[in-house]
């Protein structure tokens, strides 16, 4: 049972930056896909970032130009780094891996941007 514990959220001012880190217990190795998701009040869950395990990348065009995520197999982690955060990005991030289907999922880190 893989399990995964992020960190790095907290309160930032809009257009500030935060990166958040995902620690997994195991290797991440052969998971093809890892990513980060979130989910804002009254809203649903969405996929944020996922990184390949070749390296490509996918974003929501929210996020697009302002968020990177990657990978370090050796290390167990991922990370997202987020710049330029508006408002519109307060939610819960969660770190996941293997995708959403049978994937695993961390606990969360709450993320919050006052205007």
């Known amino acids: 049972q893989l399990q995964l514990v992020e960190s790095g959220g907290g309160l930032v001012q809009a257009g500030g930056s935060l990166r958040l880190s995902c620690a997994a217990s195991?290797?991440?190795?052969?998971?093809?896909?890892m990513g980060w998701y979130r989910r804002a009040p009254g809203k649903q869950r969405e996929l944020v970032a996922a990184i390949f395990s070749g390296g490509s990348t996918n974003y929501a065009d929210s996020v697009k130009g302002r968020f990177t995520i990657s990978r370090d197999n050796a290390k167990n982690t991922v990370s997202l780094q987020m710049n330029s955060l508006k408002p519109e990005d307060t939610a819960v991030y969660y770190c996941?891996?293997?995708?959403?289907?049978?994937?695993?999922w961390g606990q969360g880190t709450q993320v919050t941007v006052s205007s």
């Open positions: 195991g290797s991440i190795f052969g998971f093809h896909v």
């Open positions: 996941n891996a293997g995708g959403t289907y049978r994937g695993y």
